[in-house]
C-alpha cells in the first residue's frame, strides 16, 4: 500500500490510530500499557498491533517473546502519523 492508502486505512478504525499515537509518544512500549493508557482492552489492542504490524507500520523488537513483546514505529509508520498530524487529521 502507498503512504496515502495506509493514511486512509489507519483512519478508518480508531483502535490503529490510538495505538500508533500511544506508540509515537511513549516510544518502546508493550501492549498491556498502550491498554491502559487507552482505556482499551487488551484484546482490541492486540487486534490493532497485529493489523498494524502485517502493514508494517509496526513492528516488535522481542519476537521471540510469546508475552511482554516490546513495539516501536517503523520508518513507514512515522511517515504516517506524520502525515495524519500535518494534514491536521489528529491533534
Known amino acids: 500500500m502507498e503512504t496515502d492508502d495506509l493514511t486512509k486505512w489507519v483512519l478508518t478504525v480508531d483502535r490503529r ?12 512500549i508493550k501492549a498491556s500499557e498502550i491498554a491502559e493508557k487507552t482505556g482499551r482492552s487488551l484484546q482490541n ?5 497485529r493489523e498494524l504490524e ?6 516488535c523488537l522481542t519476537p521471540m517473546k510469546h508475552t511482554w513483546k516490546r513495539f ?20
Not at 72 to 91: A, M, P, Q, S
Open 45 to 49: 489492542i492486540s487486534r490493532a498491533l
Open 72 to 91: 516501536i514505529l517503523t520508518e513507514k509508520g512515522v511517515l504516517v502519523f506524520e502525515k495524519l498530524r500535518k494534514n491536521h487529521l489528529i491533534d
Open 54 to 59: 502485517e502493514h508494517e507500520l509496526i513492528e
Open 17 to 28: 490510530l490510538l495505538v500508533m499515537r500511544t506508540i509515537h509518544e511513549h516510544g518502546l
